[in-house]
């Protein structure tokens, strides 16, 4: 935490009390309140979520609070508005990233690193920003990572009874500005967003390993999509590692992410693609999202999906210097491909299967149980912090590259011919009305007996199901996190309502095939999976339920 003082003081603020209603649907989805910005802007929307979070954290007297964001529309409002209430709620201390920023994974760290009993992270991910956009607010609990089932439950039931704010009467902080001021008894330090979490990532990797490579002529493009992780990029690949100017794209964050949707995937980041698919491709594509957590990887005329990504680090995760000889189990989430099972079999160590979200993870970590987690939705992490992290995923990356002296796609083809290739996509369909959505997936939950070894074209059924995870550190039980269709093949079809929307539903389509290291390793995706794609259409009548011809978008 690098500061200066700068003048300030409102330690005589009085607290006060505000009157208010409760707001109907603020239960947090996979990660925090998601909305649109409209919605948030009612009077007493934001405040009411927040007081229902410190009220269910309960914070012991003088304790510190994190807050930070991704820069979209309207986090400067809200971080003011929530610097008050925590002075009101008895806090001791807040630190606030400079400018309001703070990545997720930073946020992550810096409560971590600081002692702070958990933080507010202003973001909604990868969705668009703007006024007529999206926002979102997540709390995080001690151990860095996002409040689990238990606590976002509670806070969902304490939204619904709310009665009052607490606030004090004082004006809006300079974010702009290092240093500390008070508010009301509380201090409030605006702290450099970078510096701690770049200091980490040099603790974590072998920085000079990757510095030769560069002096060697290694290229890369990072393309940070106008969101939080461009300054975290500029520092990291530019001033430390030493690659040249031009290297981080769209580094200055935007609060609506320069009109685009800062969603790293072939679609949103698809000036990228094609750049690694030409003549003149760098020997790296990498790219973030609204908030940093997420993370693309392209090799020079090879794109790696999340789910080969998560395996491929897994299986290498070693040679970078903070995890050489500690790889004690892989995560993944249910939808993830099971990529990761086949290398964590052949090290023999555990994999444990997740429900979608990055909650699920932290028992795991904190028990020492995983190492290295992912999710298919290109959200990949270790237990440095407690939230996924594009910004690490990539330097990783790097850090093998730079040791094995191998290119991406030399990598993948012997990633490949040792473990064999799980061949993978996820489909779309967006914007669903909610009642529709939810018809596709009962329909589906009621015809499971009748499922089960009915044939599909060359598929038969082995198990029609919905998943259920007990947590193997505390017991908790989570049902109903996703339909399963397991063939007798080995391969398989996910249906998922996802929880990081803002309006309506989007119905996820997960389609997987495993090829063995004997088989076609090199084959086109959409042809791999042509059976999958055709089952899941005919067992779920998707045209239907939705009236959608084909998927909004596929990765």
């Known amino acids: 935490m690098r500061a200066t003082q700068h003048d300030g003081d409102q330690r005589l603020s009085q607290i006060v009390t505000v009157p208010t209603r409760p707001f109907e649907g603020q239960a947090p989805g996979t990660s925090g309140l998601r909305k649109k910005v409209k919605v948030f802007q009612q009077p007493g929307y934001a405040e009411n979520f927040i007081q229902a979070v410190f009220d269910v954290a309960s914070p012991p007297p003088g304790a510190i609070l994190v807050i930070g964001g991704d820069g979209r529309f309207y986090n400067r409002t809200v971080i003011q508005q929530a610097i008050r209430i925590a002075a009101a709620n008895g806090y001791g201390k807040v630190l606030v990233g400079k400018g309001g920023i703070l990545s997720t994974p930073a946020a992550s760290h810096v409560i971590r690193k600081y002692g702070a009993s958990g933080g507010l992270v202003l973001s909604a991910s990868h969705n668009p920003g703007g006024p007529d956009e999206d926002f979102g607010i997540k709390y995080n609990i001690a151990n860095g990572g996002p409040a689990p089932e238990g606590v976002t439950g509670a806070i969902y039931a304490r939204t619904k009874e709310i009665e009052l704010w607490l606030t004090v009467e004082a004006e809006d902080i300079d974010l702009d500005t290092l240093g500390d001021v008070h508010v009301g008894g509380m201090t409030v330090s605006v702290i450099d967003p970078v510096a701690d979490y770049a200091d980490l990532m040099e603790e974590l990797f072998d920085f000079e390993a990757i510095r030769r490579m560069v002096r060697l002529g290694f290229t890369m493009r990072f393309d940070a999509m106008s969101a939080v992780t461009g300054p975290y990029a500029v520092e990291i690949l530019l001033n430390r590692l030493g690659f040249p100017a031009g290297t981080v794209v769209n ?82 989430s249910m939808p993830t491909s099971a990529a990761a099972d ?214």
Not at 261 to 270: E, F, G, S, V, Y
Not at 285 to 304: C, E, K, P, Q, T
């Open 251 to 332: 580094g200055v964050p935007l609060e609506d992410f320069g009109g685009y949707h800062p969603d790293p995937n072939l679609i949103h980041a698809r000036e990228l693609y094609e750049l690694m698919i030409s003549l003149d491709a760098p020997d790296l594509g990498a790219a973030s999202d609204g908030d940093g957590d997420r993370n693309l990887i392209i090799g020079r005329g090879r794109f790696v999906t999340p789910s080969d990504s998560l395996a491929m680090l897994a299986a290498n995760i070693q040679i970078a210097p903070a995890y050489k000889g500690r790889l004690a189990g892989i995560a993944r």
């Open 342 to 555: 086949r290398v964590a079999e052949a090290f023999g160590i555990p994999c444990y299967e997740t429900p979608t979200g990055w909650k699920f993870f932290g028992n795991l970590l904190d028990a020492g149980m995983a190492t290295i987690c992912g999710e298919e939705s290109a959200g990949t992490g270790s237990d440095h912090v407690r939230e996924k992290d594009g910004l690490w995923a990539v330097l990783l990356w790097l850090n093998i590259l730079a040791v094995r002296a191998i290119s991406v796609d030399q990598l993948a083809h012997e990633h490949w011919a040792r473990f064999g290739r799980n061949y993978y996509a996820r489909h779309d369909y967006e914007g669903i009305p909610t009642d529709r959505a939810n018809a596709l997936m009962n329909d589906l939950q009621a015809r499971f007996e009748t499922l089960r070894g009915k044939q599909f074209g060359p598929l038969t059924v082995n198990v029609a199901d919905s998943f259920s995870y007990t947590d193997p550190v505390d017991g908790s039980v989570s049902s109903n996190q996703g339909v399963r269709i397991l063939f007798k093949d080995g391969s398989r079809v996910i249906f998922r309502l996802s929880g990081t929307g803002t309006q309506g539903a989007t119905l996820r389509v997960y389609l997987e095939n495993y090829v063995a290291p004997s088989g076609n390793l090199d084959a086109e995706t959409s042809v791999m999976l042509a059976a999958q794609i055709a089952a899941a259409e005919e067992i779920a009548q998707i045209a239907k339920h939705t009236g959608r011809s084909a998927p909004d978008v596929i990765t």
